[in-house]
């Protein structure tokens, strides 16, 4: 009889551990941020630094939150006023109640701005998933933005229905996303994501390696951009990956991949806007065609010694091109009217 209720024990230990874990979490490391309710029981997290104007507004990649922009974040907020904040699904925020494409994500984002008081004229930020955002954002609200950076924005000829090669990764990932949800919920993607960052590893390398070579390559991946990481803010990230929504999110994101291709696809090129596009020197460079695509107003500038994360491997880069839009926009007609 105690055999057979050993395992149930072991569960009940998971779910209170997890529980008790990610209370405290929030607890004692959201409190530098604020929810912004934005409608239908939605509660966005947003985290401000800095004074002034204009507001940059940084968007993160597809399974980011906006610690990915704590570094860069901290450094611009020494020149004006900055916002980042998670997606519905991820990080702080509450889940997600619409397909996340970037109309969707744009109207959400727009309606926290909107309900936290934080006015335009913005300079808008976004990383791979979250430069198609930002794109979005700029054509949906043209009179808003003063310009706009995108680092290595998410390229839609590389993904589905484009390119149906990709279909089975974008399986894979919804697939292992929903592998996390219960493991989450037992409190092993805490003990294993805790261990990872904010202890010695040894059990995260036990059960990478348990998953075979693989899971090596995955979790070496992990450790390398992390490291990259202001060490201030590893501990958020680990409970961020300790949540079971987190994964749910993250399955959420990847499941609209394709939509989200689809709708950018036929989305307007950005008008009268200057944009700024940072491309990985490990990368091919987008051509003349794919910068008209994006805007009329393109400069792309090559990353030499970066991959797909510039902003964590070139920060400087991503710094200076904000700081040059943040002093040209003195002189703009939109930041002298909202004065």
């Known amino acids: 009889m105690i055999v057979c209720m050993l395992p149930f024990a072991v569960m009940a230990v998971g779910f209170f551990y997890q529980w008790t874990g990610s209370h405290r979490d929030r607890m004692r490391l959201a409190g530098a941020g604020r929810w912004i309710a934005i409608g239908r029981g939605t509660k966005l997290y947003l985290h401000e630094q800095g ?45 997600s109640r619409t397909a996340r494409t970037p109309s969707n994500i744009v109207a959400e984002l727009h ?151 689809r709708e950018m696809l036929i989305d307007e090129p950005i008008v009268d806007t200057p944009v700024l596009l940072l491309t990985p020197g490990k990368s091919t460079p987008v051509d003349r065609e794919g910068l008209d695509r994006i805007g009329d107003n393109v400069q792309q500038v090559i990353a030499g010694k970066s991959a797909h994360w510039i902003h964590l491997d070139e920060p400087h880069l991503v710094v200076e091109a904000i700081r040059e839009m943040v002093l040209a926009a003195e002189t703009s007609p939109l930041t002298a009217a909202a004065r």
């Not at 004074?51 to 940084?58: I, Y």
């Not at 980042?84 to 702080?92: N, Q, V």
């Not at 279909?167 to 805490?190: F, M």
């Open 111 to 261: 309606k926290l701005l909107e309900e936290a008081g934080i006015r335009p004229p913005y300079i808008l930020v976004g990383h791979s998933f979250g430069g198609l955002v930002m794109r979005r954002f700029a054509t949906m609200y043209p009179d808003e933005v003063l310009g706009v950076v995108l680092v290595d924005p998410m390229r839609l000829e590389e993904w589905p229905p484009l390119d149906e090669s990709k279909q089975a990764l974008v399986d894979r990932g919804i697939r292992l996303s929903g592998y996390g949800v219960p493991i989450a919920r037992l409190g092993l993607a805490r003990l294993a994501v805790t261990d990872l960052l904010c202890r010695r590893g040894r059990l995260s390398s036990f059960l990478a390696g348990s998953a075979g070579h693989g899971g090596l390559h995955v979790l070496a991946r992990i450790q390398h951009e992390v490291n990259k990481m202001p060490r201030e803010v590893w501990p958020a990230v680990a409970a961020h990956w300790s949540r079971p929504g987190y994964y749910v999110g993250m399955a959420e994101h990847v499941q609209a991949v394709p939509d989200t291709v």
């Open 51 to 95: 004074a002034g104007g204009p507001t940059v507004l940084f968007e993160s990649g597809i399974g980011a939150t906006h610690l990915n922009w704590r570094g860069i974040q901290t450094s611009i907020a020494k020149l004006t006023h900055t916002a980042a904040y998670d997606r519905g699904g991820l990080g702080w925020s509450s889940p």
